[in-house]
């Protein structure tokens, strides 16, 4: 099999080829998932659709189904597999939703939104980083997934409202940029507080007011941008 991957340089794709059965690997992870306690069907049918390894460098491409983050280049990281499976399941998405994701990243978290039928905004700063998730998301069998270039924390206002937003970078607080952009009866999700004492907070959106919860903690790398450190 042959498909676009990221290479160790930050920005730089070419045809690679995995040496192991990436879905037996994915049906393994599926099912270690379930064993942490992950139980929509639907979520874990998209972490089984989606061909992570395809989002790690060439190097690191051994650790691509461990459940564990990996550095993408740039100081950034995937997510580990329970992270992203997770947060998937909190948003609480169906088909047909609009979501706004801060922070692109691999692109693999998009992919897997994409993969539950979402339609997916998702922003990133790193220039680099942008460019190698548009190409690679190009390659994949999913369906409306848009990449833009700039500051997550100011949100897409021009796309807005989100029935949806998903901030995979830890925050200080939550910029009230995505508070204003998510919708009535909608759902925020984002890590919030300095690490390593950082906690995942899903906020909705009822009647004009925002009840919070706090969740889990996590670990995350630096929002950056005007509404973040």
């Not at 998932?33 to 639907?42: F, M, R, T």
């Not at 983050?69 to 992270?83: E, K």
């Not at 998405?93 to 998702?122: D, H, I, N, P």
Request: proline share 7%.
């Amino acid at each position: 099999m042959q498909a676009y991957k990221y290479s160790t340089e930050c920005g730089h794709t070419e045809p690679q080829t995995f040496r192991v059965d990436p879905k037996r690997l994915r049906r393994r992870m599926v099912s270690q998932l379930e064993a942490q306690g992950i139980s929509d069907p639907n979520v874990l049918k998209a972490m089984a659709a989606v061909p992570r390894h395809l989002f790690i460098q060439d190097a690191l491409e051994a650790q691509a189904y461990q459940d564990a983050p990996i550095p993408i280049g740039c100081g950034q990281s995937i997510s580990q597999p329970y992270i992203v499976a997770l947060m998937s399941e909190l948003l609480e998405v169906r088909q047909g939703l609009r979501v706004l994701e801060v922070g692109t990243g691999s692109g693999y978290q998009a992919a897997v939104l994409a993969a539950l039928g979402c339609t997916v905004f998702t922003i990133e700063r790193l220039r680099e980083l942008y460019l190698n998730a548009s190409a690679l998301l190009r390659q994949m069998p999913f369906r409306g997934i848009y990449t833009y270039l700039g500051d997550g924390t100011l949100g897409m206002p021009d796309a807005a409202p989100f029935e949806r937003i998903i901030v995979t970078a830890g925050s200080p607080e939550t910029p009230q940029p995505l508070l204003d952009q998510l919708e009535e009866g909608g759902i925020l999700l984002i890590p919030v507080g300095m690490r390593p004492r950082q906690y995942l907070m899903r906020l909705r959106k009822r009647q004009g007011r925002v009840e919070s919860e706090t969740l889990e903690p996590v670990i995350f790398v630096d929002l950056i941008g005007d509404h973040g450190w």
